[in-house]
C-alpha cells in the first residue's frame, strides 16, 4: 500500500520561505509523476506543480509560476516544494499526490492522481 507523507509545514511570514516534502513508502514511485495542490480556506482544491519521473515540471501560472519549485530525488522516493516569497494567500493545507500508472503527463485535475498524502499545513502571516 503506498502512502505519502508530507511535512515542513507550519508558520511562514509573508516575503520569507518554506520547503515542503513529500515521502512515499509502500512501492518506489520513480516512474510516477508526482504534484502538490492546496486547498486554501473556503477554496477549492488547486494544482500547483508536477514533476514526470524524469524531472519535466509544469506550473500553475497563477499561484505558483515563479515562486515555487517543485523537484524530487528519485533515491529517497521523495518530492519537494520549495516556496519562495511566501503571501498570506498562500496560507492553506498543501497535498501531495501521485499517478499509480507510469505515464509521462502531469495531470492539472485532482481526480486523475491514484494516491494522496494527508495534508500538511502552511499558514502565512502578514
Known amino acids: 500500500q503506498v502512502q505519502l507523507v508530507e511535512s515542513g509545514g507550519g508558520l511562514g511570514q509573508a516575503g520569507g520561505s518554506l520547503r515542503l516534502s513529500c515521502a512515499a513508502s509502500g512501492r518506489t514511485l520513480s516512474r510516477n509523476t508526482m504534484a502538490w495542490f492546496r486547498r486554501a480556506p473556503g477554496k477549492e482544491r488547486e494544482f500547483l506543480a508536477g514533476?514526470?519521473?524524469?524531472?519535466?515540471?509544469?506550473y500553475s501560472s497563477d499561484s505558483a509560476l515563479g515562486r515555487f519549485t517543485i523537484s524530487r530525488d528519485i533515491a529517497k522516493n521523495t518530492a519537494y516544494l520549495q516556496m519562495n516569497s511566501l503571501k498570506p494567500e498562500d496560507t492553506g493545507v498543501y497535498y501531495c499526490?501521485?499517478?499509480?500508472?507510469?505515464?509521462?503527463?502531469?495531470?492539472?485535475?485532482?481526480?486523475?492522481?491514484?494516491?494522496w498524502g494527508q495534508g500538511t499545513q502552511v499558514t502565512v502571516s502578514s
Open positions: 499526490a501521485a499517478l499509480a500508472r507510469s505515464l509521462y503527463i502531469v495531470p492539472r485535475t485532482g481526480d486523475e492522481y491514484d494516491y
Open positions: 514533476i514526470t519521473w524524469s524531472g519535466s515540471t509544469i
